[in-house]
T-cell receptor, first 116, second 108 residues
Framework: GAVVSQHPSWVICKSGTSVKIECRSL??????MFWYRQFPKQSLMLMAT?????????EQGVEKDKFLINHASLTLSTLTVTSAHPEDSSFYIC????????????FGQGTRLTVV | GIQVEQSPPDLILQEGANSTLRCNFS?????LQWFHQNPWGQLINLFY???GTKQNGRLSATTVATERYSLLYISSSQTTDSGVYFC??????????FGQGTRLTINP
């Protein structure tokens, strides 16, 4: 299957600082990338969808100014958590797929963010 | 939006047993995937199966799109099969919607 690489795997940051998470599709061109958030023992909740070269579409209730998403190329999307607070601590997972419909999505290994 | 229900929420089995996990969805879909989330959080793609039947080793899956459900079968369970199994569905170019998952525990 296709490979999606997410970096870093874990990060600890101080409250008030910003953290950037990278998501790369290593062996295919990702026309669409997704960012999810997962709390302990819960399912994945979609935060936003990004298409290469255009602005991300955020799900209802997700603050676009807090969670900045950039999809500047067909192989790279970034999620920046700005002015992080302890309640932003969570597991963040990216996903990528090629094409618009009927294509399989592949996931990165996730990033565990802890804000202290 | 599409609703996805997975059952059972928890399943505890002895090594060697067989299991069936179910995924019901509320609308027609053209994308359905099964995943296994390992203890480190990585989502492993098991099947891309919007319809029909597929098999991969001890795992197989069947989706009956007209009746809006999918089944994941695990035969001869091993302790390494433990983890959470997610079903996710999508329609058209829309996002994947995840079910709440089935937490499978295989005891030696």
């Amino acid at each position: 299957g296709a490979v999606v690489s997410q970096h870093p795997s874990w990060v600890i940051c101080k409250s008030g600082t910003s953290v950037k998470i990278e998501c790369r599709s290593l062996d295919f061109q990702a026309t669409t990338m997704f960012w999810y958030r997962q709390f302990p023992k819960q399912s994945l909740m979609l935060m936003a969808t990004s298409n290469e070269g255009s602005k991300a579409t955020y799900e209802q209730g997700v603050e676009k100014d807090k969670f900045l998403i950039n999809h500047a190329s067909l192989t790279l999307s970034t999620l920046t958590v700005t002015s992080a607070h302890p309640e932003d601590s969570s597991f963040y997972i990216c996903s990528a797929r090629w094409g618009a419909v009927n294509t399989e999505a592949f996931f990165g290994q996730g990033t565990r963010l802890t804000v202290v | 939006g599409i609703q996805v229900e997975q059952s059972p929420p928890d399943l505890i089995l002895q090594e060697g047993a067989n299991s069936t996990l179910r995924c019901n969805f509320s609308d027609s879909v053209n994308n359905l995937q099964w995943f296994h989330q390992n203890p480190w959080g990585q989502l492993i793609n098991l099947f891309y199966i919007p319809s029909g039947t597929k098999q991969n080793g001890r795992l197989s899956a069947t989706t009956v799109a007209t009746e809006r459900y999918s089944l994941l079968y695990i035969s001869s369970s091993q302790t390494t099969d433990s983890g959470v199994y997610f079903c996710a569905v999508g329609k058209g170019a829309q996002k994947l919607v995840f079910g709440q998952g089935t937490r499978l525990t295989i005891n030696p």
